[in-house]
């Protein structure tokens, strides 16, 4: 039977210790006790078994075992950059592109995107989906989420950051190809995914001056977080049957 995973960041080979959520979880929902082996995990690359040396109140001891790290992906990575919608809707995505193992989410404020009030938390509560999520499903790395921005800017940070990325974005125009039938192999791949209301004349013209392709994955209207979920599905599909 598989450990129970808790998030640990910094993690190193000394004794270690947990509290807040990830101590109370331990404590008080799977009572677990001194001598019980767990696994650690930073979100960064490194892996450990632990054994719960002391608990403490509010806090927990562990001693690292068996640690593991990582090295992070440089290539094959799947960036998703979609319009920012409200509250839960986009909190699912969050979950679900990090379960999808998805390396990098660029929220982006599109001209018909929903207007939402400044949130100074919203990264800090993203992180916690983030994590939450990747606890569940065994992830190593989380995925970098960045803060809402417009569409220009999303477009120079990923060009610079990824210079060999694949641009896409997801179209119902009669130009768009086939999602399913591009061959990306272990290239980087960053997926726009526009508002419900669709993109401007301004910003089809932009995404066409950054020569974003348009593609195509179903005949119908998706809202913007079942979309976003949809291509990291396939394209992280596409790039894990691929060989390294």
């Known amino acids: 039977m598989s450990l129970h995973r808790f998030y640990c960041n910094p993690l190193t080979e000394s004794p270690v210790e947990l509290a807040g959520t990830e101590a109370h979880h331990l404590i008080s929902v799977l009572r677990l006790k001194a001598g019980d082996k767990v696994e650690l995990f930073d979100g960064a690359g490194t892996v450990a078994v632990a054994a719960i ?101 999303v477009l120079e940070t990923l060009r610079k950051e990824y210079p060999d990325c694949r641009l896409i974005a997801g179209s119902l125009s009669t130009e768009a190809v086939p999602l399913t039938g591009q061959l990306f192999g272990q290239n980087d791949v960053a997926a726009f995914i526009g508002p419900e209301g669709g993109f401007t004349e301004a910003e089809q013209a932009l995404l066409k001056d950054c020569s974003v392709q348009l593609v195509r994955l179903t005949d119908t209207v998706l809202r913007t977080e079942t979309a976003a979920i949809a291509f990291a599905s396939v394209l992280c599909a596409l790039r894990d049957i691929v060989p390294k």
């Open 53 to 153: 040396r002391e608990i403490v109140k509010r806090q927990v001891i562990l001693q690292t075992e068996q640690i593991q790290r990582y090295p992070p992906r440089t290539s094959g990575r799947i960036i998703i950059a979609p319009g920012i919608s409200k509250g839960e809707r986009f909190d699912w995505l969050i979950e679900k592109c990090t379960e999808l193992r998805t390396s990098h989410i660029c929220p982006v404020i599109f001209e018909r995107s929903v207007k939402q009030a400044a949130n100074p938390k919203v990264i800090e509560r993203w992180t916690k989906i983030a994590i939450s999520a990747a606890k569940q499903s065994r992830r190593t790395f989380l995925p970098r989420i960045d803060p809402p921005a417009p569409l220009e800017d």
